[in-house]
């Protein structure tokens, strides 16, 4: 059993000195340079938090008519609508957002500790709210993780405290089992949380929300969209059963199975979490989805998923 220390750089949780990636290549693209990342827990345990903010959104479909010409003397034969799958109806929250004043954005942080606070008083949630820019930090978390990326680097104060471990035989390095438990107090965490509560959480944050969304850059501020795919990159991702046989490399672990080191840094992660937490996380999503009438499930694919 290789025990590896806390800031050695093979660490999946532990970013590198030079990029800020994490092992296991959990940036997109191949390289530890590729873009920005964040650990398992930190984009588990955000997703919760995250998971606090989304609301409806629905596809439309639009049948479309074809007609035959008209035979001389003889009345117009229309052909039947072509074979779509039927409009869905439009949902909204099952929950309301509490009616409440809302400061403007940079004085958000003491109104987003009392209401987070009612929802959880776990260690590892008073642990993020110890920290600044609450609202902005939810806002690009959920934005990262709607891309496939993970935004450890916002939330490093969350680190898991246990090392990092795989295990060497003559077959190959696999990941260690044992290194799932350093993820079971957030998973603990989001199971805790009441999904009517989180919904009306992010229902009441949601106006702040949208302009910090827009502070970013995107000025159409429609936020429940980013959301809906932040959550549907996380459901997509299927648990891993057995060992999970890893490749050595000189900073950092990648996955030996092509498919999975194909997987996006978001859903890496996840699959790091072990599968009964990763269990755990998705059931609270799904639960926090119908609260907030979302169907991440429409959401398109947008890479491998296993």
């Not at 191949?30 to 919760?48: M, N, Q, Y």
């Not at 957002?97 to 809302?102: P, Q, R, T």
Request: proline content about 9%; glycine content about 6%.
């Amino acid at each position: 059993m290789a025990h590896i220390p806390d800031f050695d750089l093979k660490d999946p949780d532990v970013p590198s000195d030079s990029s800020g990636d994490f092992s296991l290549r959990d940036s997109l693209g191949s390289g530890p340079s590729a873009g920005v990342t964040d650990s398992p827990e930190r984009a588990k345990w955000i997703i919760l938090v995250v998971v606090l903010l989304i609301t409806a959104a629905t596809i439309g479909y639009v049948v479309f008519e074809r007609t035959r010409p008209a035979a001389p003397e003889k009345a117009v034969v229309q052909a039947p609508p072509a074979a779509v799958a039927p409009a869905r109806p439009r949902e909204g929250p099952l929950v309301e957002a509490e009616n409440i004043a809302l400061p403007p954005l940079p004085e958000m942080d003491g109104v987003v500790r009392n209401l987070v606070v009612k929802l959880s008083s776990h260690p590892k949630v008073l642990a993020w709210l110890a920290t600044d820019g609450l609202v902005e930090n939810i806002t690009v978390a959920t934005l990262n993780l709607s891309e496939g990326r993970t935004p450890v680097k916002h939330w490093t104060a969350l680190r898991p405290r246990e090392r990092f471990s795989v295990t060497k035989a003559p077959g190959g390095t696999r990941l260690d089992p044992r290194s799932y438990r350093r993820y079971d107090e957030f998973a603990a965490a989001i199971a805790g949380l009441d999904p009517a509560g989180t919904a009306r959480l992010y229902l009441t944050l949601k106006p702040r929300i949208i302009e910090a969304y827009r502070d970013l850059g995107h000025p159409e501020g429609d936020f429940d969209p980013v959301l809906e795919r932040a959550i549907a990159t996380l459901l997509r991702t299927k648990e891993i059963s057995g060992d999970i046989a890893l490749e050595e490399e000189i900073l950092t672990y990648g996955f030996a199975d092509p498919d999975v080191q194909a997987l996006s840094s978001a859903q890496k992660q996840l699959l790091r979490m072990g599968p009964d937490n990763m269990r755990i996380v998705q059931n609270k999503l799904r639960e926090i989805a119908v609260q907030l009438g979302l169907h991440p499930e429409s959401v398109r694919s947008s890479g491998p998923t296993r």
